[in-house]
């Protein structure tokens, strides 16, 4: 477990990205952030800075030793606890040149604050006790999240739902406890067949909740990484004139001459809230050069590390050889056969095949219907819901598929009469692994390893 030993360092780090900008902030957080920032900051209104309300902005500027001005900045303070780290912070917002804001954060250093570790600010928010470990790692999503959707569902993780979930697991998990162990204790009480039947029935109701939860991992995982689509087909089908109307703009080089592509493009795209990295590819066929040789070799790896396939078939022509050899190449269960040039009349003999669906890469015709396969597909029977909670973290879904195995051995400890104390052993398991989950009870280096994910500043 993970001991708290308390944080007697004041820390400092430059909080806005790297780079010019209008404003860039540096973030002084700890006991001696007050302190800190006394020795540098020159404020119009002259006064110590330990009687600075909670939460007030100061006009004013940073000195160098010498007293030379560095930069003109506001100072906004908030005392501790009311803090992003329930410590006393300083917020200094300077001209936002990299020059600048590495003279301000010098200054810090020079008086008694050292660098922030990546997430430090976000860990001791967290060690403090302001958010749990759930929370935290809400932050790091957000601020990685690609879509407005992921953002969305991420902002119901940071303001406790999930949170809140695992703690009314772990409530009903320690109410079927005390059951099992006043079973266990009293167990002359002989309304015995009858508690046995009501904390099994409990860990059956519990066990669905989970169930229920692991359930989102899936949607969960998709909304926060994306999914990478790859577009395959012989050559001169429209796989670069279907790339340009799904990012609808002209991306990718389309002639009629085959073999236009060569390099792997990919572009990311937002279908439904999801991140989608597109990737055309070479056409594949027998290389005529090395270069073919080598674009074919590059088109087929792609296929082998895609979520999803578009194989594009053009419908104008009849089927031959080469459009077999490319579905013979295909493997991916996640493949959509799109059947493309929808706008000329159609050859005889192409036979239906798998989910597939026609469109007019050139019309930009049935492109809506081919996003629609795409998300149905990438999401299977599980509904998008914004509302709901979504686990989207390795992390949590393992912790949460053990929790639901400790359960299944319990529920078959409790049909054993003989061996109650281990449905207490598992039970017990399942509710380390939801403290595991929050950080109520976790062990050092997941902790370490959670907050290394994170930039400095966060
Ligand atoms: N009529 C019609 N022509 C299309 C359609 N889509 C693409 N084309 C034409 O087909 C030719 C080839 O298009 P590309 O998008 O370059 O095909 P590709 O599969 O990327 O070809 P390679 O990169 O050479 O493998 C171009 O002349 C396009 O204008 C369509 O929906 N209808
Ligand atoms: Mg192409």
Not at 18 to 23: K, L, N, Q, V
Request: with cysteine.
């Amino acid at each position: 477990m993970y001991q708290y030993k308390g944080v007697e360092d004041t820390i400092a780090a430059i909080i806005t990205p790297a780079g010019t900008g209008g404003i860039g902030t540096v973030r002084v957080s700890g006991k001696s952030a007050l302190d800190v920032v006394g020795r540098f900051f020159c404020g119009k209104t002259p006064g110590p800075l330990t009687l600075w309300r909670s939460h007030s902005i100061h006009y004013g500027w940073v000195k160098a030793d010498a007293g030379d001005i560095i930069d003109e900045v506001l100072a906004a303070f908030m005392r501790a606890p009311k803090s992003y780290t329930c410590e006393d912070v300083v917020e200094i917002s300077g001209h936002g040149g990299p020059a600048v804001m590495r003279a301000i954060l010098e200054r810090c250093f020079q008086s008694g604050a050292r660098l922030a570790e990546p997430g430090e600010f976000t860990k001791r928010a967290f060690l403090n006790g302001r958010i749990d470990l759930v929370q935290a790692e809400a932050v790091l999503d957000i601020i990685t999240a690609r879509t407005e959707a992921a953002v969305r569902a991420v902002e119901r993780q940071l303001k406790g739902d999930l949170s809140a979930e695992l703690e009314n697991l772990r409530g009903m998990l320690l109410s079927v406890l005390a059951g099992v162990e006043a079973i266990l204790n009293f167990p002359e009480d002989d309304t015995d067949a009858g508690q046995a039947a009501r904390v099994q029935r409990d860990i059956q109701a519990i066990a669905m909740r989970l169930h229920a939860l692991v359930a989102t991992a899936d949607s969960g995982r998709i909304l926060k990484e994306g999914i990478r689509v790859v577009i395959c087909g012989k050559p001169n089908v429209g796989k670069s004139s279907l790339l340009n109307a799904l990012l609808r703009v002209p991306r990718a080089i389309v002639t009629d001459i085959a073999g236009t592509t060569r390099d792997i493009i990919e572009e990311c795209v937002n279908i439904n809230g999801i991140p989608v990295n597109l990737v055309d590819t070479a056409g594949i066929l027998l290389p005529r050069d090395k270069v073919e040789a080598e674009a074919v070799r590059r088109s087929r790896a792609s296929m082998a590390s895609a979520d999803m396939v578009l194989c594009v078939i053009d419908q104008s022509c009849p089927p031959d050889e080469a459009d077999r050899a490319v579905m013979a190449e295909i493997s991916n269960p996640h493949t959509i056969i799109v059947f493309n040039k929808a706008d000329l009349p159609a050859a005889p003999g192409h036979l239906p095949a798998g989910v597939q669906v026609r469109v007019s890469a050139l019309k930009r015709e049935g492109i809506d219907e081919l996003r629609a396969a795409m998300i149905r597909i990438a999401l299977g029977d599980v509904a998008l819901d914004a509302r709901g909670v979504l686990i989207n973290d390795v992390r949590h879904a393992q912790a949460l598929r053990r929790a639901q195995q400790a359960l299944e051995r319990a529920q078959e400890a409790v049909l054993n009469h003989d061996s109650l104390e281990f449905a207490a052993e598992d039970v017990k398991a399942a509710v380390n692994e939801l403290d595991a989950i929050t950080g109520r009870d976790v062990d050092a280096d997941v902790l370490e390893h959670i907050f290394s994910k994170f930039c400095i500043g966060k």
